[in-house]
């Protein structure tokens, strides 16, 4: 099994498992911590490989940002640069306004926590979590005591502090690994996808707690995931990236409702949006797109920045809560495929000409024997995208 645990190593591949922090100077300011990446381009095998580029993101004092996308599309890399375990070719860190970017790791006084090395089987829970700061702080004794029980407090694991790691449940070594983070008082956390590890319940669980931990240290945080529902259900802010770029930062809702292209609107939600190739035409009932499932009209506001687009190729963007389905008359028909309780609500899959879709309905609205229904789009919550994934509107 493993287990999150954090490390100040400079060498990836080290198994040792300490802190970076600055752990005595006092820290009493939490929450004060702005950090800025600038331009940061990383590369691998001289430059064969590109593993980020054009990254620029910020991070405001107290504010909790997700960086999510695919497997290889560079959310580590990015964050090791933050932390000072990669070094970027081009680009600065920047805390504070101060350029860090030469800085050694452990002087970044930045608690990286990641997933799969494991807390020490032979130590207490109480000497796991003391580790970071008797390896890297002369802090007194009472001190270094008072943080740990503090930290054991607010991580809800004060009376397990005597046991040994075998000891505990999966949930509570997680807790124990991220108070070896709190205890060092660091600037700001780092983690890279500190729950995979988790089942589906746990994991739940544990992005509360995080989030409540975060909210009551008020410590900036920066935590990476491929998993967009734990991006939306942790983020103040959310980067999505693919392929080593940065494709949008937002809000949740910012990203959900609003996204700057094809990618992000495909990646985030859960069942994906609706994407429709289609042909823009002007016909005797105004400006249409002319899609596989059917004719779709356009609606004034798309008509006025479609009316130059006509015969280009487009792809309707439509998440499935906008297909209203009914047996009355609607824009098309559909046969039913499969209909998936989700709780109060049913995802309906659908094909209509061959296409796939799927629309959300509140919780049995389509009775289970359904075969075909009609489907009426809320056109006015749709977005259009160019053939190459570009938004247009
Ligand atoms: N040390 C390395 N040497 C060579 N290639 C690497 C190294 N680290 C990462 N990469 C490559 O850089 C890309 C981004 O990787 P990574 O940052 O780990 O992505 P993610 O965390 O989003 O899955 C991938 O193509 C990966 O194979
Ligand atoms: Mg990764």
Redesign the pocket.
């Known amino acids: 099994m493993t287990h999150t645990t954090m490390t100040r190593t400079t060498d990836?591949t080290s198994n040792e498992s300490t802190v970076a922090s600055n752990a005595n100077q006092p820290s009493e300011t939490s929450g004060g911590t702005h950090i800025q990446i600038d331009e940061v381009r990383k590369t691998?095998?001289e430059g064969q490989?590109?593993?980020?580029d054009d990254v620029n993101i910020d991070i405001d004092e107290g504010e909790f940002v997700v960086?999510v996308?695919?497997?290889?599309?560079?959310?580590?890399?990015?964050?090791?640069c933050i932390a000072g375990l990669?070094e970027p070719d081009e680009g600065r860190i920047l805390v504070d306004g101060t350029d860090i970017t030469g800085l050694k790791s452990k002087d970044r006084n930045l608690a990286f926590v990641f997933q799969s090395i494991a807390l020490f089987p032979h130590m207490s829970v109480r000497k796991n979590i003391r580790f970071g700061l008797d390896m890297n702080t002369d802090l007194s004794k009472d001190e270094k005591n008072r943080r740990v029980e503090e930290v054991a407090e607010t991580l809800d694991i004060a009376p397990m502090l005597d046991r040994k790691p075998s000891a505990l449940s999966g949930g509570q070594q997680q807790r124990v690994s991220l108070g070896r983070a709190m205890v060092m008082e660091p600037a700001a956390f780092l983690l890279?996808?500190p729950f995979s590890a988790l089942d589906a319940n746990l994991r739940d669980h544990m992005r509360v707690e995080v989030k409540k931990i975060q909210r009551e240290l008020n410590t900036s945080m920066i935590f990476?995931t491929?998993d967009q529902e734990e991006a939306m259900t942790l983020g103040d802010k959310i980067v999505v990236?693919d392929d080593?770029h940065v494709q949008q930062i937002g809000s949740p809702y910012d990203i959900y409702n609003d996204p700057t292209n094809r990618f992000v609107a495909d990646f985030i939600g859960s069942p994906s949006p609706n994407l429709i190739e289609g042909t823009v035409e002007n016909g005797s009932t105004g400006l249409s797109f002319v899609t596989d499932v059917g004719t779709i009209p356009a609606t004034d506001e798309q008509t006025a920045v479609m009316k130059e687009r006509v015969g280009e190729t487009i792809i309707y963007g439509i998440r499935p809560e906008y297909l209203s389905l009914d047996s009355g008359p609607g824009t098309f028909a559909a046969d039913v495929d499969v209909i998936e309780p989700l709780g109060d609500r049913d995802a309906i899959h659908l094909s209509a000409n061959g296409t796939s879709l799927s629309a959300l309905t509140s919780q049995g609205e389509i009775p289970r024997h359904t075969d075909r229904v009609q489907v009426e789009l809320e056109t006015e919550e749709a977005w259009l995208f160019e053939k190459s994934g570009a938004r247009i509107t």
């Open positions: 990836a691998f095998n490989i590109v593993a980020c960086f996308g695919p497997s290889g599309c560079g959310k580590t890399t990015t964050l090791r990669e890279d996808e990476v491929h990236m080593g």
